[in-house]
């Protein structure tokens, strides 16, 4: 069964930096492409950024709101994911999803979701 | 890039069909035959239903199915059933500047 565990969020206020890891199991985390989709408060769902395999040339891509303030990291001997936010903002608030996604450009398995909050 | 168009609520009775349309542009939906949709309860972390325009993963009831015509994408709900009650939102691959955006989701209640 493929599990994915986020850790990591919480309160921060608008300036600041925080970082989530996910932690997967029941899957070859090295071949995976991961992702990161977030969900304000009463919203709907948006993507955040994607990092493919190290095989692939493990590269990172990320959406126009996020770029240059998040950084997109894995590291395979950890079976980790991370989500690096600097630069924080009012309107990064959400829960973020870290989730795997397939040669389909689907997102296929996802953990249960972390809360970020920035407020002053 | 904006998000896909879909209806904000959509309703029906048990047993019945209902369909949800996402409608993008030639950009996204109608570029690629890489639609997906997502089921998510209320506090639940979202579930992949349909890939790829209109495929199913292992273990999803074939009450679900999609298609695609030109820029807009529908998923079907047939035999609703009130475990079915939920939000979905479509998504698609858009292109290596953009790559994915989602739908802007649709609630179903089933009466």
């Known amino acids: ?41 009463g919203k709907g769902l948006e993507w955040v950024g994607r990092i493919i395999s190290k095989a692939r040339g493990g590269t990172a891509d990320y959406a126009a709101p996020v770029k240059g303030r998040f950084t ?49 | 890039q904006s998000a896909l168009t879909q209806p904000a609520s959509v309703s029906g009775s048990p047993g019945q069909s209902i369909t949800i349309s996402c409608t993008g542009t030639s950009s996204d939906v109608g570029g690629y035959n890489l639609v997906s949709w997502y089921q998510q309860h209320p506090d639940k972390a979202p579930k992949l239903i349909i890939y790829e325009v209109n495929k199913r993963p292992s273990g999803v009831s074939d009450r679900f199915s999609g298609s695609k015509s030109g820029n807009t994408a529908s998923l079907t709900i047939s035999g609703l059933q009130a475990e079915d009650e939920a939000d979905y939102y479509c998504c698609s691959y858009a292109g290596s500047f953009t790559f994915y955006v989602f739908g802007s989701g649709t609630k179903v209640t089933v009466l």
């Open chain 1, 1 to 41: 069964e493929v599990q994915l565990v986020e850790s990591g969020g919480g309160l921060v206020k608008p300036g600041g930096s925080l970082r989530l890891s996910c932690t997967a199991s029941g899957i070859t985390f090295s071949n995976v492409w991961l992702s990161w989709v977030r969900q304000a408060p």
């Open chain 1, 72 to 120: 997109i990291s894995r590291d395979d001997s950890e079976n980790t994911l991370y989500l690096q936010m600097n630069s924080l903002k009012t309107e990064d608030t959400a829960v973020y999803y870290c989730t795997t996604f397939n040669q389909f450009n689907a997102f296929e398995f996802w953990g249960q979701g972390r809360m970020v909050t920035v407020s002053s």
